[in-house]
């Protein structure tokens, strides 16, 4: 009984010690420290090598740093761990989105809004996707749905207001103009000086 005392609370302390890595980890990268945060998630993965958090956030880091094969792979290998993860398919859907590969940025905005409980960045993304791939019908409906869910969704009120004038719906499209900048969205009074004056 002495010893199974004993190896568990050596099992709890190598766990901690563990978890105390993963957490320096994130005190670096938070601190904009990539280079550093990026050496201590990979010494943590040595020992957790399917740990989500720590490939999320190392991929974000070498995102950071512009390294975009690398935010992939890590991006990627957190979602083979955690197939139902929103949060990585989110990062996918914004790295192909920077790269403009709007397919794949659809795509994983699609499979993040197939998860139960998807939050309203989702079909933002979906609609910016569709956007930038010239389906208006339904990035307006996505962007819709997005103000639906939160009404004070200031970015989607403006990227649906920009859609709004390359449809000529220029009445619509103030509309969501003076929303956003009721919201503070930067770039949204010049859209209105710009369309609606």
């Given at each position: 009984m002495k010893y199974l005392s004993i190896f568990?609370?050596?099992?709890?302390?190598v766990s901690s010690c563990g978890e105390s890595k993963s957490s320096d980890a994130?005190?670096?990268f938070a601190?904009?420290?990539?280079?550093k945060a990026i050496e201590a998630y990979t010494d943590y993965l040595k020992t957790k090598p399917k740990h989500?958090?720590?490939?999320?956030n190392r991929g974000r880091?070498?995102?950071?740093?512009?390294?975009?094969?690398?935010?992939?792979s890590d991006f990627k290998a957190a979602l083979d761990a955690d197939n139902k993860n929103v949060q990585?398919?989110?990062a996918l859907s914004n790295l192909y989105h920077k790269q403009k590969n709007y397919s794949n940025a659809l795509l994983y905005a699609e499979y993040a809004s197939e998860?139960?409980?998807a939050p309203v960045m989702v079909y933002f993304m979906k609609g910016r996707a569709l956007h930038m791939l010239g389906n208006t019908d339904q990035a307006l409906k996505e962007y819709s749905t997005a103000i639906k869910m939160d009404k004070d969704f200031a970015q989607a009120y403006y990227n649906r207001g920009m859609l709004k004038v390359a449809t000529e719906n220029r009445k619509g499209a103030c509309d969501d103009f003076r929303q956003a900048a009721r919201l503070n969205f930067d770039g949204a009074q010049q859209a209105l000086a710009d369309y609606c004056s």
């Open positions: 568990f609370l050596l099992l709890l302390l994130d005190s670096l601190a904009g420290q990539f280079d989500v958090k720590s490939l999320y880091a070498y995102e950071e740093l512009g390294d975009i094969a690398k935010a992939e990585v398919m989110l998860v139960s409980g």
